[in-house]
């Protein structure tokens, strides 16, 4: 794919922090700065050397100076997009930021899409697909732990598991197909247990990285939880708790109603939202005051729920009501005010919800916190073992990709033994090898791969 035209964008949030960025990739990228960039030393760009930086103004056409700048010249093959890149630093502010944009585009460069460096590093073949990918999840991640998964998969983590798998699978196709197209070869068959531990081994790898699923998913995109239970019980303080010691990030949740906020609390490593309102933060009572109602909103959404029962008052009416309400959710009981007597009879929780854990704390003096962190985090994780390695799915195309893989080749495994004709195993590893190869984009339509790619922030 030979892509001949030469874009650009701001690649930094515009009209904040210091300095921005401007970055222009493309065969024109050198000549369209050069026109407009005036260094003192009246360096040409074409002559520097790549990855070298140059002091100087940006110039408009009546010779106005729009900017002082620095330059940053990249040149192909080794760059982002492996393509010519010049990166024009400016002040950070918006209008010299724009003018200068409009600059190049007059030049004839033209404004990229959302994702489109990327898509070019991903075209001109630098990066695959689930590298590329990566490069959104590098971005967008809320843990520590969800940025190393994020990063081993940039480096090839996932990209080298998945090729493996493809090679394996291409051997095996040549050589059944070598048996269907020159019979008289003689070429040796592989007998029935050889075909099938080779598939075999391969079902388990594929299997290897399904298990990883679940944890990926968790790590990378988190687990919405609600905290409920009737008024004063000690929700807030109990929310106040958990953010105090966890606290990661604190994001505005779009499209819901005013005043809506997340916390986002890192419990090894997993991004715990937990919905919150604005207000909070000036009166401890608000989510106290939500009240029942609202509980059994948040409750609806809610992956996790932690219901809080006042250790002090024994169970209510409205307490059994919950109780029952999250019978089917996963979720944890937490008797709170421990620091005063319990009235609170332990069998009836039993009886409602056998088996929940429960957890006693006295969230005013951040007491039973840890604990209640341990379970949460042995709860969502299934107590799954730590993978050390941290290649993990974390992507749903990528996992819908290997489940049809994965039973594919389970269709392979019967067809073999019901003694069916090698072209119908071929088929059938011809699909596995295609839903694989999806992964990294190796098989894969330009639909998708645009879709992809827009959900990207503009100048990535
Ligand atoms: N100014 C700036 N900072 C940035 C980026 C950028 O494009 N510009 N990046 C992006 O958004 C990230 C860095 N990513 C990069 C990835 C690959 C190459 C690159 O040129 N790779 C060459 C090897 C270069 C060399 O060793 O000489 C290659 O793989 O061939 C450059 C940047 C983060 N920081």
Redesign the pocket.
Known sequence: MYIKDTIAAI?TAIGEGGIG?I?VSGPESIQIVNNIFKSIKAKDLADVD??SAHYGHIVDTSGQVIDEVIT?V?KS????T?ED?V?INCHGGMVALRKVLDLILQQGARLADPGE??KR?FLNG?IDLAQAEA?IDLIRSQTETGLKVAVNQLEGGLSNKVKDIRQDLIKLLAHLEATIDFPEDEIEEFNSEELDGRIDGIIERVEGLLKTSQRGKILKEGIETAIIGRPNVGKSSLLNSLVREKRAIVTEVPGTTRDIIEEVINIDGIPVKIIDTAGIRETEDVVERIGVEKSEEFLNRADLVLLVLDGHQGITSEDQKLMEAIKDKDGVIIVNKLDLDSKLDFNKIEDILPGRPIVKTAAIENKGIDKLENVISTLVLDGEVKNEDQTLITNMRHKNALDRAHQTLLDVKNTFKMNLPNDFITIDLRAALEAVGEITGDTIGEDIIDQIFADFCLG?
């Open positions: 690649s960025i970055r790549s990855y940053l990249m093959p080794k760059t982002y492996t890149i990166e460096f990327t590093a630098r490069i990535k």
